[in-house]
Structure formats: structure tokens, C-alpha cells
Nanobody, 114 residues
Framework: QGQFVESGGGLVQPGGSLRLSCAAS????????LGWYRQAPGKQRDLVAT???????YYNEAMKGRFTISGDNDKNTLTLQMNDLNAEDTIVYYC????????WGQGTQVTVSS
């Protein structure tokens, strides 16, 4: 059983927005840095953004200013608000706690196309 369940992906036009969500266990939100990652087929997985337990955020420079990571400890939900999407954002997005040793989820596909 996966520890991370991503949702919210889909088809969006260039310049549009999407909001991704990730459900995880309470212990993940209470004890670990959480992050969004993305990976294209046959390529390495890239970090998009992270958020600490104290809500400090970090962004990949390529997405800074367009993406916003947030976490709701009460709902155990991690969110990625993505704005001004372009074709290069067409990729599978994953959430994960890099220090947890847990299993990766299935990810959610984002497709940016007119």
C-alpha cells in the first residue's frame, strides 16, 4: 500500500493553472520534509519544491515564481499550485518525503497542450 497518493493532474492549456494534491500519513507531515518531484520517461527525477515541518519552502529555480508548495497538517495533504504552465511542464509529478525511506506513489500526469 502506497504512502503517497497524488491527484489533480490533467490536461491544461498553455498559460493555465493546475493544483496538485498529495495525501500522506500524519507521521509524514509531522516528522519529514515533503517535496514534489517530476519525472519524464527515461529521465531522472527532478526536484520541484520542498517544504519543511516548520513550513520553510525551497523551489527549483526553473519553477520558482510559478509554482507554490503548501502543506495542511490537519488534512495531511500536500499541495502544489502551478501557474503559467507550458509544454515543458508536461510530465508526471510525484510527492515524497526524501528522508522517510517510504515508497513512491503512482504520480499524477500533467499535460500542457492547446
Amino acid at each position: 500500500q502506497g504512502q503517497f497518493v497524488e491527484s489533480g493532474g490533467g490536461l491544461v492549456q498553455p498559460g493555465g493553472s493546475l493544483r496538485l494534491s498529495c495525501a500522506a500519513s500524519e507521521s509524514m507531515f509531522r516528522h519529514y520534509i515533503l517535496g514534489w518531484y517530476r519525472q519524464a520517461p527515461g529521465k531522472q527525477r527532478d526536484l520541484v519544491a520542498t517544504i519543511t515541518v516548520s513550513k520553510t519552502t525551497y523551489y527549483n529555480e526553473a519553477m520558482k515564481g510559478r509554482f507554490t508548495i503548501s502543506g495542511d497538517n490537519d488534512k495531511n495533504t500536500l499541495t502544489l499550485q502551478m501557474n503559467d504552465l507550458n509544454a515543458e511542464d508536461t510530465i508526471v509529478y510525484y510527492c515524497y518525503a526524501p528522508d522517510s525511506g517510504g515508497s513512491w506513489g503512482q504520480g499524477t500526469q500533467v499535460t500542457v497542450s492547446s
